[in-house]
Each structure stands twice: as C-alpha cells, then as structure tokens.
T-cell receptor
Framework: DGGITQSPKYLFRKEGQNVTLSCEQNLNHDAMYWYRQDPGQGLRLIYYSQIVNDFQKGDIAEGYSVSREKKESFPLTVTSAQKNPTAFYLC??????????FGQGTRLTVV | DQQVKQNSPSLSVQEGRISILNCDYTNSMFDYFLWYKKYPAEGPTFLISISSIKDKNEDGRFTVFLNKSAKHLSLHIVPSQPGDSAVYFCAASARAAGGTSYGKLTFGQGTILTVHP
C-alpha cells in the first residue's frame, strides 16, 4: 500500500539535544512538507521541498533543518536552537496536481 | 498575522442535522481552498476542495461554498453522522502565485465538531 511513514510515533528529547524525525513516502510524489501542530492551533509550515536536493523555508523554519537527498525521504532535524520544540509534527507529500497526503505524525516531547 | 481563521473552536450538532463550519481568509492571493478532517494523534485527511473560480463544490454529504467578495468559505455536512466527529481544518493556497505544488498550505486553527446520536 502506498503512503507516508513517519517514525517514531513518540519521541522524547532532553533539552539541548538535536533529534531527527523520519519521513518516508512511496507515493512517487515530487513534493514533501513538514508541518507543526500545537494544541488549539492549526498546522504551520516548517520546511518544504518540491524536488530532490532543493528545499525552502516555511513560516517557522528557525531551529529546524532538513535534507532531501532522495525523492522518498525528507528527514527533519529539530536542533537545540528551537526554543519550544514540544509539538506534534506532520509530514506530507503531494504532486503538482493533487492535494497533500499526510503521515500519522510524530509527537515530540522535551523532558 | 492569521491569514486563515476559523472563529468557532467547537460545534455540536444532533445526528441527522446539518453541520456548518465556517472559515475566513484575508490574503487575496489565495485561489484554492481545502477542508481536512483530523482525529487526535493522527494526520489530517483530505475532505473536499474548491477553486476560486467556483462558488460551490459538492461531494456526497459534503458541500463547500466560497464567497470571494466576503473572503469566506463554509463546509456543510448533511446529514451529520456520529463518525463525522473530528477536528476540521480549513486551508488555503496561492497556486497562481507561481509554481507552487499543492501541499504548501496555510491552515486555520480548526473547529472541533461533535455529532451526538
């Protein structure tokens, strides 16, 4: 079955540590995205990539980094520079003609 | 600056009745609007969309209405079912702005819909 796989589902991080969230898709979509959701708020765009080896900052990119070395993969690193990293992180992918398809999310908690 | 707003945090309706969820936007560049449904601890699933060249789009029990002059859209669910209980997000994109794929979206805060049996 085609889809988007995010791992892990739950992640705990100590303050000051970097952590990487995985996102893999087998839908053959060109574009991939990372969104963040906070309680009572909508999703906010962190980074997006419309083609391999290229990516752009979204609305809240500070404290995050990404790479897009393969079409199928778009990992997100939450760095120690991100002051409030506890949130629900959602990865999505899309084509140029269809709506975005989302993964099941990773809940990151700073302890 | 909240460019997409859903001013009702929650909505409660009786099974079989109509649910109307509202959304307002401020950015005139938005030309494509979507509704997503989301359950807790899961990713959103696409529900229905509408282009700015239309004022209505229907898919089964779901209809989206767009009023461009008022910068307002609404989602109607008729008849409402208990399985419709979820958070509904309105989202918008500015596709004509130039070569942006379909996942670069601006979301509202969401409305929690509860349908009582």
């Amino acid at each position: 079955d085609g889809g988007i796989t995010q791992s892990p589902k739950y992640l705990f991080r100590k303050e000051g540590q970097n952590v990487t969230l995985s996102c893999e898709q087998n839908l053959n979509h060109d574009a991939m995205y990372w969104y963040r959701q906070d309680p009572g708020q909508g999703l906010r765009l962190i980074y997006y990539s419309q083609i391999v080896n290229d990516f752009q900052k979204g609305d809240i990119a500070e404290g995050y980094s990404v790479s897009r070395e393969k079409k199928e993969s778009f990992p997100l690193t939450v760095t120690s520079a991100q002051k409030n990293p506890t949130a629900f992180y959602l990865c999505a992918s899309s084509t140029w003609t269809q709506e975005a398809f989302f993964g099941q999310g990773t809940r990151l908690t700073v302890v | 600056d909240q460019q997409v707003k859903q001013n009702s945090p929650s909505l409660s309706v009786q099974e079989g009745r109509i649910s109307i969820l509202n959304c307002d936007y401020t950015n005139s560049m938005f030309d494509y609007f979507l509704w997503y449904k989301k359950y807790p601890a899961e990713g959103p699933t696409f529900l229905i969309s509408i282009s700015s060249i239309k004022d209505k789009n229907e898919d089964g029990r779901f209809t989206v209405f767009l009023n461009k002059s008022a910068k307002h859209l609404s989602l109607h669910i008729v008849p409402s079912q208990p399985g419709d209980s979820a958070v509904y997000f309105c989202a918008a994109s500015a596709r004509a702005a130039g070569g942006t794929s379909y996942g670069k979206l601006t979301f509202g805060q969401g409305t929690i819909l509860t349908v009582h049996p």
